[in-house]
């Protein structure tokens, strides 16, 4: 039995910045895990992506948020707010990617039930780490679901 997915993960990246974007991109290259990723530069695009809004109507649930918190407009703390009381989207992993060093950040992600904070910059190990860690949560919550 192969250990990639039969089909690839859905990745929500929400980062309004290029630089951050490009790297993530590279990272999942690198450790050659299936997926798509879909890049929303701001919080109400996410929001209208992951409530399947307009453009969005026919779009693929994601399996995992990679989530900044500064971001212009509606901000990634609103984003993260809306998904942990959505009970349809609260089931999605969401991993928060910022710059923010604020201790009241940290703490209100976990109580939002954050599942990895990662302080920026992310270098490229640490980046890495994250997405064998995302690929082995795909893997592990595929196998567990039952087939017809």
Known sequence: MSSE????????????????VLITREAFAEHKVRNRLTVCADGAEALRLLRRVGRYAAAPRPDIILLDLNLPG???????????????????????????????????????????YIAKPVDFAGLMHVVRRIEAFHISVERSVPRP
């Open 5 to 20: 997915p039969a089909v690839p993960i859905e990745i929500l990246l929400v980062e309004d910045d290029p630089g951050d």
């Open 74 to 116: 509606v901000d990634g703390r609103t984003v993260l707010e809306a998904v942990h009381a959505d009970p349809d989207l609260s089931r999605i992993p969401v991993v928060v990617l910022t710059s923010s060093t604020a201790e009241e950040d940290f703490l209100r992600s976990s109580e939002l039930q954050v599942d990895t």
